[in-house]
């Protein structure tokens, strides 16, 4: 049995486990591994994190599953909910998180803040609103999860979600980014068609990643369409962006990880969102040239995916 949420020894809450993931490599410490445990307090059964501790490679999006011959108590909710789902086949259910069919709607572009007071003033993060929580009794509440729309400012987990479905599903699930809501098939687009205008999450393959010193370029395989002539697409990560990204740890492994692949690697996709190609004029031996180039200003805002 999975889950998207378990609670978690260290954080002392249910999180999702894109908040696993992102508390981990937040932290300078390779060797840590987190304690997880079912949802239900009466249930307590201990769960193992899947794909929290790896890079950008998998092919699963990172839950939680009950760990070999463990076995949750009969009365557990987790359990019975599960249950009542398969029974019911899923239609029109929400499952307090814990089903990997609770996709995001609404995806926050810019993360704001908010104060709490725990022995002074303390940032958290929007996200924690739906991917953390009190650990309770009996999570069947009317005041659950369930009832709030599930936000997320962790664009990795709009991709996997994306990713993950079926094309039923893509034009089914809607979600919403800058105020306009729409399904998954008309939210992402590919950066060939980036004409086509500027709300969107954008992707697509990319060619071997270039390591210029400490900076890196990204370039799309395809050339673009763009005011009358074809031109390349690129995003230039510079190693100060990485220095003083949050998750520098998980960015700057996997695209290392990419640019000593080089063309050694299966498939590669880029997807980011928040930003637009513009265009910029280079010289190259006394000639100028026009290429597109996206700034990234915000590492939160792009995601890479790939296998070997």
């Known amino acids: ?28 410490n390779e060797n840590l591994r987190f304690k997880f445990y079912c949802p239900d307090e009466n249930c307590n059964v201990e769960l193992t994190g899947v794909n929290i501790y790896t890079l950008g490679k998998t092919k699963n999006r990172p839950h939680f599953r009950t760990k070999i011959n463990s076995k949750h108590t009969d009365n557990c909710s987790i359990v019975v909910e599960n249950e009542d789902n398969i029974n019911k086949k899923g239609e029109g259910l929400k499952s307090q998180g814990h089903k990997f069919s609770n996709f995001p709607e609404e995806f926050i572009l810019n993360r704001p803040k908010k104060e709490v ?3 002074g003033p303390k940032e958290i993060d929007f996200d924690d609103e739906f991917d953390i929580e009190p650990r309770i009794r009996n999570l069947n509440s009317t005041n659950s999860i369930e009832n709030k729309p599930h936000r997320t400012s962790y664009l990795e ?14 034009k089914d699930r809607c979600i919403v ?3 306009e809501r729409k399904s998954y098939k008309n939210t992402f687009k590919n ?3 980036c004409e086509d205008g500027t709300n969107f999450i954008f992707y697509g393959d990319i060619k071997p990643v270039k390591k210029y010193g400490d900076n890196f370029a990204i370039q799309f395989k395809d050339n673009v369409w763009f005011n009358g002539k074809f031109h390349s697409i690129s995003i230039y990560i510079t190693s100060k962006l990485i220095n003083e990204y949050r998750l520098c740890r998980l960015f700057e492994n996997t695209i290392n990880t990419l640019a000593e692949l080089k063309n050694k690697f299966e498939s590669a996709k880029c997807y980011f969102v928040g930003a637009y190609p513009m265009v910029k004029t280079l010289q190259k031996n006394g000639s100028e040239y026009d290429v597109l180039e996206v700034i990234i200003t915000n590492l939160d805002h792009l995601v890479i995916k790939f296998t070997e």
């Open 117 to 119: 007071e725990s022995k």
């Open 1 to 28: 049995m999975t889950f998207d949420k378990a609670y978690c020894e260290e954080l002392k809450a249910n999180i999702t486990a894109y908040k696993a993931r992102r508390e981990y490599f937040s932290q300078n």
């Open 191 to 193: 950066i060939k068609y």
């Open 177 to 179: 980014l800058n105020g």
């Open 157 to 170: 987990n709009v991709v996997d979600s994306f990713e993950s479905m079926n094309d039923d599903e893509k």
